[in-house]
């Protein structure tokens, strides 16, 4: 038997409604993984990353600390696969509960990044010998950037996620600007705007799940 306060709950559609609204937030929050648990890591791999490539190939080919020439790419390749798993995890995580059309859209999204990822630097493996060492910097992060970019623009179109989408863009913009800024120039750009950026879509998006 219902209880009165249950009685009038269903004898008051606005407050229907706003329990319905209030269920639906938290069914949302459960099964959405938390921002920061996505962007942080990405963020901090940019930041350090390309904040090392920028001291190692500075402006003009100028070291700006003497590191050994393999740390930054290595510490890039170390980081992304490290970001990766620990994103994937926390997304598994969250969608666990998840089935139907949604679910089979995020497991072919991350096939589109691991796919995407394989093919540039089977790529960039084979053709960055045939270029200036201070070009081969620019290659390779320019181009995994790229991807990046369109990625988050392309699952920002497909959740209709406007954020996601926005970072996305932002992304493609800051590293066309680093491009054309050239080598050394790029690598700092995108560490503080691209992985400062990651960090703040994490922080924004938290608080507006609050």
């Known amino acids: 038997m ?3 306060d249950d009685e009038s709950t269903l004898d008051d559609p606005g407050e229907a409604l706003r329990l319905i609204e209030h269920e639906q937030v938290n069914v949302i929050r459960h099964v ?16 350090i990353s390309f904040g090392l490539s920028f001291l190692r190939y ?29 994103t994937g995890v926390a997304g598994a995580r969250s969608g666990r509960h998840i089935s139907g059309p949604s679910s089979r859209q995020g497991v072919m999204y991350g096939i589109s990044w ?8 089977i790529l960039f493996g ?17 181009g995994m950037v790229t991807l990046v970019g369109a990625l988050y623009m392309a699952g920002g179109a497909i959740w209709s996620a406007w954020d996601m989408f926005v970072l996305g863009a932002w992304i493609s913009v800051v590293n066309a600007a680093g491009v054309l800024w050239g080598p050394g120039w790029h690598a ?13 879509a994490g922080l924004i998006g938290w608080m507006r799940r609050r």
């Open 58 to 86: 500075g402006p003009d080919g100028r070291a700006l600390v003497a590191l050994p020439e393999w740390v930054p790419l290595t510490s890039l390749t170390a980081l992304m696969i490290a970001a990766g798993i620990f």
């Open 126 to 142: 084979r053709v960055s010998d045939s270029i200036p060492d201070s070009l081969q910097a620019l290659l390779w992060g320019g």
């Open 2 to 4: 219902a209880s009165m």
């Open 32 to 47: 959405t993984p938390d921002p920061r648990l996505m962007y942080w890591p990405w963020g901090l791999t940019w930041l």
């Open 114 to 121: 691991s796919a995407g990822f394989s093919g540039l630097a």
């Open 188 to 200: 700092l750009v995108v560490s503080v705007a691209g992985g400062g950026g990651l960090l703040a």
